[in-house]
């Protein structure tokens, strides 16, 4: 199986311990950096149509503005409710300054 990695942003553009939403591959996607590590997982709530990149980063959960589901930005499981399905996430290279994801 091939991989295939997607530069998807600049390091530094990736605020520390913080989400910013991007658009890669005509996929939305939000990139966390928290702890020195970043990760990826779709930008869109799996219970409501919100950006998960408007809501707020606590440590490794996201938690969605629209009806304060969380989400662990490690492994997208669900973490409370209203949410009932976890989130993709994606795998994450830094080189050369640079975030690639592989899709």
């Known amino acids: 199986m091939s991989q295939n990695w997607i530069e998807a942003i600049a390091a530094d553009d990736v605020p520390q311990d913080d989400v910013v939403g991007v658009a890669v591959e005509g996929r939305d996607l939000a990139i966390y950096s928290f702890n020195g590590n970043v990760y990826v997982t779709d930008n869109i709530c799996t219970h409501g149509h919100a950006r998960l990149c408007d ?11 629209l009806h304060q589901g969380k989400f662990d930005i ?7 409710s209203p ?12 080189e050369a300054g640079k975030v690639f994801i592989e899709m």
């Open 74 to 80: 490690r492994n997208g499981k669900a973490m409370c």
């Open 55 to 65: 809501g707020f980063l606590e440590g490794h959960e996201i938690e969605c503005p």
């Open 83 to 94: 949410l009932t399905q976890d989130l993709r996430t994606y795998p994450v290279k830094i």
